[in-house]
């Protein structure tokens, strides 16, 4: 069985700081992981993924995220936040070809 | 290219009634997948369906939920009777291949 547990329900960061967003999983098997982000009222768009090779892994607006599997974690990072990156973060794994299991989501709100 | 398509946006509804939810997925893409997300929790898989057949229903409450993808195409989403805990966002996503889905921008269903 697979689960993502995300720590932090909620992250506040002011403008221009860097920010950390925490997800960890557990698997019997090898996944893929992903981050997604959602807008208010907007469906979900995915920054990045891990499928294989290199554990650091960029994606959209500026953020990345590394891959350490001995500590079975995918914490999505991006140097110099902006208003703009305030939403709802998901961090996913899938076992295979087929759904993707969600951790319960960090809040993101940049200060101005 | 067009996105996932989803209506309607918005619905309202009293408890024991039903209700009809319709995604058109981007153009090509065989699997479609239908998702409930709860207030402060991660997307829940509901359904998966590879072309017009089901590949995963083991989280569908199948005595009132029910989907069909005639021809493979578009898919309806159905909920007959309701129940306050099926208040949500339900978000439909389509994938061309494994592991990447594109989300549409859900439709949030309130029963009162």
């Known amino acids: 069985a697979q689960s993502v547990t995300q720590l932090d329900s909620q992250v506040p960061v002011f403008e221009e700081a860097p920010v950390e967003l925490r997800c960890n999983y557990s698997?019997?098997?090898?996944?893929?992981l992903f981050w997604y982000v959602q807008y208010p009222n907007q469906g979900l768009q995915l920054l990045l993924k891990?499928?294989?090779?290199?554990?650091l892994v960029k994606g959209i607006n500026g953020f990345e995220a590394e891959f350490n599997k001995s500590q079975t974690s995918f914490h999505l990072r991006k140097p110099s936040v902006h208003i703009s990156d305030t939403a709802e973060y998901f961090c996913a794994v899938s076992p295979g070809a087929n759904n993707l299991f969600f951790g319960t989501g960090t809040r993101l709100t940049v200060i101005p | 290219e067009a996105g996932v398509a989803q209506s309607p946006r918005y619905k309202i509804i009293e408890k024991r009634q039903s209700v009809a939810f319709w995604c058109n997925p981007i153009?090509?893409?065989?699997?479609l997948y239908w998702y409930q997300q709860i207030l402060g929790q991660g997307p829940k898989l509901l359904i998966q369906?590879?072309?017009?057949?089901?590949?995963?229903d083991s989280q569908l409450p199948k005595d009132r939920f029910s989907a069909e993808r005639l021809k493979g195409v578009d898919s309806t989403l159905k909920i007959q009777p309701a129940k306050l805990e099926d208040s949500a966002v339900y978000l439909c996503a389509s994938s061309p291949a494994h592991n990447e889905q594109f989300f549409g921008p859900g439709t949030r269903l309130t029963v009162l």
């Open positions: 153009s090509g893409h065989a699997t």
């Open positions: 891990y499928l294989s090779g290199s554990t």
């Open positions: 369906f590879q072309n017009n057949g089901v590949v995963d």
């Open positions: 698997s019997s098997v090898s996944v893929y």
